[in-house]
C-alpha cells in the first residue's frame, strides 16, 4: 500500500502517538477535572501538557488560550458563531474549505455580510485584493493557510500585517492543512483566531483539534455549547473563565494524550525538516508530471516551494474516480478524485463540477514510493494511448 491521502488524514502516526494513547487507555482512564484522586490528577496533566506543547509550536503566549475540539471545523465554528453578529461583514477567499463556506453562508442568512475575494486560476490570493474589500463594518478575514485542492500556501504573515491598520477587524485562519508541517507564529502573523487539527500533521488521531483564542476576545464571545465542565460547580451559569467557557462536557482525554505526543514529535524532528522533506517529494513528483507533457493537467502553482505536498492533477481523457480506482487497484495507490469539500476552489481553478485527482503526501512518504506513482501513471497513459 502507498498512501498519498495526508490531506484527509496522515498515516501511519508515529509510534509515541499509539504508546501516550494505549498508556492513557490501561494505566490512567481518568477524567480531567472532575475528580481529586491520582487518576484523574494525571489525567488533567495529560490534558494541560498538551495545551504547552501547543503552544510552543504556535508561538502562543498562554497555554490556556487554546480550547480543545474534536476537529477544525468545530473549531472554525466556534470562532464564527461566537464573535459575528447580523451587521457585521466578513472577507473570506474563494479557495476555502466548506468547514469554512457552509456556517458563513447559513450565517449570511442571519443577517452577517460575506464578500468572497476572488483568487487567481492557479489559487493564489493577493492580499491587495483582499484589502480593497475591506470595509468599516468589516469583523473579520477568514482565509486558510494552504488550499487542500492545489495545496497554494496563502500570505498570512502579509495579510496579518494588512489588518495591523484595522483594529477592529479580527484574523481567522484555517491552519487545518499546515499545523505541524510550516511555521505558524500567531503573534508575528497577527492571527488572532487559529484553527487547528489534530490528526493530519499534527500526528494526533482523529477527533482532536483546536482553536486559538487571542487573550481578552473570548469575553465577547458566545460558547458554542455549555454545559459541565469540571469547574465552578456551585453554579449553574456557564463559566467565563478560559477555557473552560469552550470546553463543556468530558474531553477526549486519550485523544489529546496522542495530539500531546504527535505534536512533541513535530517538535522534536522539527518543522523545518519536516517541510524540507515534504517540498522534496513534491518537487519530484512535480517534475516528473511536467515531463508527461499533455497527456497530464496539473492545477495550482507547479513549485513545490509554493505549495504544500498537495497536488492537484488531472489525466486527459480520464475521470478523476476512473484515474484514482485503476491506481487503487493496480498499484495499491491511496488517493483522493474529487471535489474534496471545496466545490469554491474547484470553481476558482475551473475543474467543477468534476474535480481533480489529489495526492497529499506526508513525513513518511518515500522517494521509491513517488517513483512507482510516476511509473503507474506513465503506464496509464501508455493503456489509455492504446485503447484511441
Known amino acids: 500500500m502507498i498512501y498519498f491521502d495526508h490531506g484527509a488524514t496522515s498515516f501511519p502516526k508515529p509510534t509515541v502517538t499509539v504508546e501516550a494513547m494505549v498508556r492513557y487507555l490501561t494505566e490512567i482512564g481518568g477524567s480531567p477535572g472532575r475528580s481529586g484522586h491520582s487518576m484523574s490528577i494525571e489525567a488533567a496533566r495529560i490534558v494541560n501538557e498538551g495545551r504547552e506543547v501547543l503552544a510552543r509550536l504556535f508561538n502562543i503566549k498562554d497555554p490556556f488560550c487554546i480550547v480543545f475540539t474534536k476537529n477544525a471545523t468545530e473549531a472554525i465554528n466556534m470562532a464564527l458563531f461566537g464573535i459575528l453578529r447580523p451587521g457585521d461583514h466578513v472577507v473570506t ?13 447559513y450565517l449570511v442568512k442571519q443577517g452577517v455580510e ?44 502579509e495579510i496579518g500585517h494588512i489588518l ?14 499546515t499545523a505541524g508541517v510550516l511555521s505558524i507564529d500567531v503573534e508575528a502573523m497577527a492571527i488572532d483566531f487559529l484553527a487547528f487539527t489534530g490528526h493530519k500533521s499534527l500526528f494526533g488521531p482523529p477527533g482532536t483539534g483546536g482553536l486559538y483564542i487571542r487573550a481578552g476576545l473570548e469575553a465577547e464571545m458566545k460558547p458554542l455549547m455549555m454545559g459541565g465542565t ?49 517540498e522534496s517529494l513534491t518537487e519530484k513528483f512535480l517534475s516528473a508530471l511536467k515531463d508527461m507533457g499533455r497527456h497530464i493537467e496539473v492545477y495550482g502553482q507547479k513549485r513545490g516551494k509554493d505549495n504544500i505536498a498537495v497536488i492537484s492533477f488531472n489525466v486527459r481523457g480520464l475521470t478523476p474516480s476512473y484515474v484514482a480506482q485503476v491506481l487503487d487497484e493496480n498499484w495499491g495507490i491511496m488517493c483522493r478524485p ?10 476558482t481553478i475551473g475543474t467543477f463540477p468534476q474535480g481533480t485527482v489529489r495526492f497529499s503526501f506526508g513525513y513518511f512518504n518515500t522517494d521509491e514510493e513517488i517513483e512507482t506513482a510516476i511509473r503507474a501513471l506513465s503506464t496509464l497513459i501508455g493503456e489509455k494511448g492504446k485503447q484511441g
Open 338 to 347: 474529487g471535489l474534496h469539500c471545496a466545490p469554491s476552489a474547484h470553481h
Open 93 to 105: 477567499s474563494s479557495m476555502e474549505h466548506n468547514s469554512l463556506m457552509r456556517p458563513l453562508r
Open 230 to 278: 469540571g469547574s465552578r460547580s456551585e453554579f449553574e451559569e456557564q463559566p467565563e473563565v478560559m477555557p473552560d467557557k469552550f470546553e463543556s462536557g468530558t474531553p477526549n482525554t486519550v485523544g489529546i494524550a496522542g495530539l500531546a505526543a504527535g505534536v512533541g514529535y513535530v517538535l522534536a524532528e522539527g518543522v523545518e525538516k519536516i517541510r524540507k522533506k515534504e
Open 164 to 177: 495591523r491598520s484595522y483594529p477592529h477587524t479580527l484574523f481567522l485562519v484555517d491552519a487545518a492543512q
Open 114 to 157: 460575506l464578500s468572497v475575494v476572488p483568487c487567481a486560476r492557479d489559487g493564489s490570493l493577493d492580499p491587495l485584493r483582499l484589502k480593497e474589500a475591506m470595509r468599516s463594518s468589516t469583523r473579520l478575514v477568514a482565509v486558510t493557510h494552504a488550499s487542500n485542492v492545489t495545496g497554494t500556501v496563502m500570505p498570512i504573515a
